[in-house]
């Protein structure tokens, strides 16, 4: 499943070189602390559409997200969905 989020990444913008030295285990995967906890809440809803064999689900509802990005002037923003719902790949 990793390779395959692996290769994946690429089409996200993920380097190509490092993807493909990841699934030849030359490069190690890594996930910084600020986004680990994101990171584990989407991995986690990915593996339950597996088990539950749905490609797609509608999206999880929230009233607000807390956005930090410490490459931004404002590290830390308060954001409301669009349409009432997140859409978690254009975050």
Known sequence: MKDGRALYSISQGADEQWAQNYVKKESPWAVLSPVANIVGILASFEAFKLIVRRSSL???????LIRI????????????P???AWNYSEL
């Open 58 to 64: 509608p999206p999880i509802l929230s009233p607000q």
């Open 69 to 80: 990005d410490l490459a931004h002037n404002e590290m830390v923003t308060v954001m409301n």
């Open 82 to 84: 669009q349409n009432g």
